[in-house]
């Protein structure tokens, strides 16, 4: 493992600054010898399903790039879950504290083969580091100024017949965390300090009426779980210097301009809210048959905008595409049934000389 000093400045400084004090996602090395943080995003099952066409062994020189990989979810979730296959794992960062923490993850479970570059990703095109098989890039594109030019970064460092896993922020999901962004904004007009900065935050969310946006549909307690106790996810949420977040059709438009192809949503992590389900019109309208039967002729996307928009609930917006040769796989008939525990039909019987 080694790590290059960073050698560009392709990045803002406030955002280094924050990542640097306050790296993300964060975690204690100690704890990797008890839990693995599962990435439901990234898993090798799903990636192989939907982007390699079910082909993927994953042992034929496969190369992952985690781009902005902050404390090493991903790094470490994908270095143990192909453990013993033959992966090259490459974790970019500008953040040297998230990548010293991502390390400590590494040594802790023994995880060889993964390299270590304190980097930006617009940087990508010129660091020599050939082209990947899968690009992992999880809340970092609307950390950035010009997200179109991190991920057509990105597009440079990818194979033909490779696959991104993206996430982004989702705009309707936020709209209280943007009111508490405003909010935080005024409070914290008087002072560049970090530090002073989620001391402030913390105070005012300490002290907001029941009124108060962020507070409408939750427990006190659990607002105060998720900020007061984390001063990476109160500076991440409610305090960042860049964030600009995307529709379904924003991220249809995101990933075409770059001249990729949109393969799913897909989960972003285990916990429930941010599944393909919720992009499923069905989900939403399906108590009235006649509505959702007109709205499934729109064209897919169009069906995704209006469950995003019914749904107003999601934040994130986790997604696989790909370069346009990347594919999903196809099962016939006889073997999707064959995986599902049923009662077999005639027509699918062993011998039985119909279509399948
Ligand atoms: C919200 S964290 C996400 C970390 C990780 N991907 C995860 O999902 O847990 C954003 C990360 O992007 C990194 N980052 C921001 N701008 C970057 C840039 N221009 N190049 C590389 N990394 C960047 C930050 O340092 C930080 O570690």
Redesign the pocket.
């Known amino acids: 493992m080694d790590i290059r000093t960073m050698r560009a400045s392709?990045?803002k400084k406030e955002?280094?600054e924050q990542?640097e004090k306050y790296?993300?996602?964060l975690r204690d090395p100690e704890e990797e010898r008890k839990r693995l943080h599962v990435c439901a995003l990234d898993m090798p099952a799903k990636l192989n399903h939907y982007c390699y066409a079910g082909r993927q062994s994953f042992n034929d020189e496969f190369r992952v790039l985690?781009?902005?990989?902050?404390?090493g979810?991903?790094t470490i979730y994908l270095g143990e879950a192909l453990r013993g296959r033959n992966v090259e794992i490459v974790h970019?960062?500008?953040?040297t504290s998230?990548i010293a923490i991502a390390k400590k993850r590494a040594h802790v479970r023994r995880l060889k083969g993964i390299t270590w570059i304190n980097?930006?990703?617009?940087d990508l095109p010129s660091l020599g580091l050939g082209s990947f098989d899968y690009i992992?890039?999880?809340?970092?594109l609307h950390?950035?100024e010009d997200p179109d030019a991190?991920l057509r970064a990105l597009v440079s460092s990818l194979k033909d017949v490779g696959a991104m896993g993206l996430?982004v922020y989702g705009r309707y999901g936020r709209l209280d965390l943007y009111a508490t962004q405003d909010l935080m904004r005024l409070v914290n007009k008087a002072t560049t300090k970090l530090a002073e900065r989620v001391a402030n935050a913390k105070a005012v969310l300490r002290c907001l009426p029941p009124s108060n946006i962020l507070l409408r549909g939750r427990h006190r307690e659990d607002v105060e779980a998720m900020f007061l106790a984390d001063d990476s996810n109160i500076y991440?949420a409610l305090l960042h210097e860049q964030d600009a977040p995307f529709t379904v059709p924003e991220v249809y438009e995101f990933v075409e301009r770059a001249g990729l192809k949109m393969i799913s949503f897909t989960n972003y992590r285990n916990d429930a809210g941010i599944c393909r389900l919720e992009y499923d019109l069905h989900l939403h309208l399906g108590s009235d048959p006649e509505l959702t039967a007109r709205m499934r002729r729109l064209p897919k996307r169009d069906q995704e905008a209006v469950a995003e928009a019914v749904n107003g609930g999601i934040g994130l917006h986790s997604l696989l595409c790909g370069q346009g040769r990347a594919k999903a796989c196809f099962l016939c008939r006889s073997q999707r049934y064959s995986m599902l525990p049923h009662r077999r039909c005639r027509n699918d019987m062993p011998g039985h000389r119909g279509k399948t």
């Open positions: 392709s990045y955002v280094r990542y790296p993300f996602t985690v781009a902005g990989g902050g404390a979810d991903t970019v960062d500008i953040s998230s980097e930006s990703v617009l992992n890039c999880a809340g970092v950390h950035l991190g996430m991440d």
